[in-house]
């Protein structure tokens, strides 16, 4: 089956850091863009970072600098390492493979004092 499952979430003080993995399965990893989008209640989902096949990179404005994304296609696994967290930066972060539109179920990233 194809799946998409991300992981690393959880509650951090702002200014503080934390990597989400999402591992694939079920899919040819290294022909796929991968792609992080996070999504706050209220709010449109925004695409916060990808990475192509061949490992150009695109960041949201709001993250450039702060994220990063990679991938490892060995692990068929994309990260998004996240430092200086801001309370903003609150959401519900997913994982997008493209083609096909593909998703994960999302983890929950919460920046609070």
């Known amino acids: 089956q194809v799946q998409l499952v991300e992981s690393g979430g959880g509650l951090v003080q702002p200014g503080g850091s934390l990597r989400l993995s999402c591992a694939a399965s079920?899919?040819?990893?290294?022909?796929?863009?991968m792609a992080w989008y996070r999504q706050a209640p209220g709010n449109q989902r925004e695409l916060v970072a990808r990475?192509?096949?061949?490992?150009?990179?695109n960041y949201a404005g709001s993250v450039k600098g702060r994220f990063t994304i990679s991938r490892d296609n060995a692990k068929n696994t994309v990260y998004l390492q996240m430092n200086s967290l801001k309370p903003e930066d609150t959401a519900v972060y997913y994982c997008?493979?493209?083609?096909?539109?593909?998703w994960g179920q999302g983890t929950q990233v919460t920046v609070s004092s």
């Open positions: 997008n493979a493209d083609p096909g539109s593909l």
């Open positions: 079920g899919i040819i990893f290294s022909f796929y863009v």
């Open positions: 990475i192509t096949s061949g490992g150009s990179t």
